[in-house]
């Protein structure tokens, strides 16, 4: 798993054209970490210990990193467009297929109208109290 995590952190650097386990404040750099955060947390079931280790942050840094993106890159539009990068190599990488339809959700929110956005989460809604009543029964 710590190689996984390692492969990860060196896609996210040639992306991002950084170094994320080295000190520093840039946004290029923070980014660059949010987005090794998410990914990492999203197609791994590694600790939040062990995603920091590999660029050595502790694991509070990794949450909060992974609790900002989703906020975050509703409004940056380079920044969803490198993490959708990111994430189809690193699936691809780790035999994890391809995006699915969770992540393409968060990662194109903000390109849906609110009225859009209104009906998906319905939707949703109703999906889950359907399957809910099912697993009841």
Known sequence: MIDDL??????VNTAMQCDI???????????????????CREIT?????DIGLVINKDHGTILHHTKDFINIIKFDSKLNEATKYCMRVCRDMLGKGSINHKDN??????KLSLEQQKRLSR???RY????NRKQNV
């Open 21 to 39: 386990s080295t000190k520093g404040r840039k946004r290029n750099k923070v980014n660059a970490i949010k987005i090794y955060s998410y990914i």
């Open 6 to 11: 390692r492969n990860i952190a060196e896609v």
């Open 128 to 131: 889950v109290r359907l399957n």
């Open 45 to 49: 079931d590694c600790a939040l210990v």
């Open 105 to 110: 959700v968060q990662l194109n929110w903000h």
């Open 123 to 125: 939707s949703v809604v």
